[in-house]
């Protein structure tokens, strides 16, 4: 079991940014390709970005490649989401996961096994 929780969402004005932080607990972290979903109202949760064991590879969505970075420090059990340059369309239900396979870049919410609460962004316009 690897056990998840988000915290650093909040209200920010477009143009703003927010650090989002995923705490792991449980099995070994650092084993663990990790994800970040989001989830608006009324619609189904995407993919926003996923990160490797190690940190050398990442994936992003379109939608955000180039405002948003992961990142992980496995010291400190814990994978990071920086949200740069935020629109309103980014505001959702932020939840990071891990994947069944834990070795692999996956994109689709299914392929992933362990989920966090979640922690809200609201991006004001």
């Known amino acids: 079991q690897v056990q998840l929780v988000e915290s650093g969402g909040g209200l920010v004005q477009a143009g703003g940014s927010l650090r989002l932080s995923c705490a792991a607990s449980?099995?070994?972290?650092?084993?663990?390709?990790m994800g970040w979903f989001r989830q608006a109202p009324g619609k189904e949760r995407e993919f926003v970005a996923v990160i490797t064991w190690s940190g050398s590879s990442t994936y992003y969505a379109d939608s955000v490649k180039g405002r948003f970075t992961i990142s992980r420090d496995n010291a400190k059990n814990t994978v990071y989401l920086q949200m740069n340059s935020l629109k309103p369309e980014d505001t959702a239900v932020y939840y990071c996961a891990a994947p069944l396979d834990k070795h692999t870049l996956v994109t689709g919410s299914s392929q992933y096994a362990y989920w966090g609460q979640g922690t809200h962004v609201t991006v004001s316009s």
């Open positions: 449980g099995r070994a972290f650092s084993d663990y390709a």
